[in-house]
T-cell receptor, first 109, second 113 residues
Framework: AQRVTQPEKLLSVFKGAPVELKCNYS??????LFWYVQYSRQRLQLLLRHISRESIKGFTADLNKGETSFHLKKPFAQEEDSAMYYC???????????FGTGTRLLVSP | DTGVSQNPRHKITKRGQNVTFRCDPISEHNRLYWYRQTLGQGPEFLTY????????KSRLLSDRFSAERPKGSFSTLEIQRTEQGDSAMYLC???????????FGPGTRLTVT
């Protein structure tokens, strides 16, 4: 079965603090992993994907196949990072996305 | 705005009525997806089109739900005999050349009273 678990509904940090949003997955093959973000009053958008190994807006995520995790990290949170973050997987190609339940990140000044 | 558009943005209907939503994908995107999102959950896949062909349907898509994409352009999602459990945000996404791409629309929020 394909499943994405995000254990935290809400993560509240102060500006400048490190952030780690947790994501664990269950998939029988080799999935593609993604992080999507939804800022207030905006549509869902892709933040990063594991294959590209990029750093977007200071965020990085490493795929750990042994622990089946894809945690999102940022060393110094900014207020503009406050948003809803969804971890998602797909079987590759054009396949559908399977989303987690999301974590709301709140960065306070 | 050249992104994915969805209409209407909000729909309130009474239980038992039929509703239809429309999604206009990004021009020339051949892939189109429908998802449903209920409160406190992430989006859940409903169905997928490549051009006009409906290639995958979720078990969530009961026989009261039907989706079409005539001519491979816009798509419609119809729900017949709506139930209160159908209340949700219905999201559309389209994709083009890169296999992993899915660009999401703003969604249609359905409330069934």
């Amino acid at each position: 079965a394909q499943r994405v678990t995000q254990p935290e509904k809400l993560l509240s940090v102060f500006k400048g603090a490190p952030v780690e949003l947790k994501c664990n997955y269950s998939y029988s093959g080799s999935p593609e992993l993604f992080w999507y973000v939804q800022y207030s009053r905006q549509r869902l958008q892709l933040l990063l994907r594991h294959i590209s190994r990029e750093s977007i807006k200071g965020f990085t995520a490493d795929l750990n196949k042994g622990e089946t995790s894809f945690h999102l990290k940022k060393p110094f949170a900014q207020e503009e990072d406050s948003a809803m973050y969804y971890c998602a997987l797909s079987g590759g190609g054009f396949q559908k996305l399977v989303f987690g339940t999301g974590t709301r990140l709140l960065v306070s000044p | 705005d050249t992104g994915v558009s969805q209409n209407p943005r909000h729909k309130i209907t009474k239980r038992g009525q039929n509703v239809t939503f429309r999604c206009d994908p990004i021009s020339e995107h051949n892939r189109l997806y429908w998802y449903r999102q209920t409160l406190g959950q992430g989006p859940e896949f409903l169905t997928y089109f490549q051009n006009e062909a409906q290639l995958e349907k979720s078990r969530l898509l009961s026989d009261r739900f039907s989706a079409e994409r005539p001519k491979g352009s816009f798509s419609t999602l119809e729900i017949q005999r709506t139930e209160q459990g159908d209340s949700a945000m219905y999201l559309c996404a389209s994709g083009g050349g890169r296999a992993y791409e899915q660009y999401f629309g703003p969604g249609t929020r359905l409330t069934v009273t």
